[in-house]
């Protein structure tokens, strides 16, 4: 919920802003303010909004691909992929057709059984977004130093992977 006099809005795209007296002024170093437009601070997190202002954070306007001229956000695939019970992580990479092409990375220990599953819960569950996808399998995710999946380091390995299969 927001506090104090902190106003909300989202974007036409689903992106939070917020503004109010605690707003900060600017970041350090950025003298345009691109963050900031008519007081508002674009936060970069995507949000719904509820009839009582509760705000439920979706996902980052940063991991937001366009495929075919599709916005699709890949914090929604993997939180629908997830049902599937592997680990995975949904990237994206340039398509000379389609824009960007989604890739979801498995790690090896799963990539026995995780085609066939990746595929039929993608077409159930995103098919009107995705104009196809590949599946990149990994020997292990790489972990930052808080245990997290390091997502730049896992596009690197796979795009080193790709340049010489």
């Not at 202002?53 to 890949?74: F, H, P, S």
């Not at 066939?116 to 104009?131: G, K, M, R, S």
Request: aromatic residues 6%.
């Amino acid at each position: 919920y927001p506090v104090g006099d902190w106003q909300l809005k989202l974007t036409r795209e689903g992106e939070l802003c917020i503004k109010g007296s605690q707003m900060m002024l600017g970041y350090l170093g950025d003298p345009t303010q691109s963050k900031i437009n008519n007081g508002w601070m674009h936060t970069g997190d995507l949000a719904d909004i509820d009839a009582n202002q509760l705000v439920t954070i979706t996902g980052r306007a940063d991991r937001t691909i366009n495929i075919n001229g599709e916005k699709v956000n890949l914090d929604r695939i993997e939180s629908l992929l997830k049902s599937t019970g592997l680990q995975l992580k949904a990237l994206a990479h340039e398509d000379d057709i389609h824009g960007q092409r989604l890739v979801i990375a498995v790690e090896k220990n799963d990539s026995a059984h995780s085609r066939e599953t990746l595929y039929d819960v993608i077409n159930q569950a995103i098919q009107p977004w995705c104009h196809g996808f590949e599946i990149a399998t990994v020997e292990r995710f790489p972990h930052n130093s808080r245990g997290k999946v390091d997502q730049c380091a896992l596009e690197k390995m796979i795009l080193t992977r790709r340049k010489y299969d």
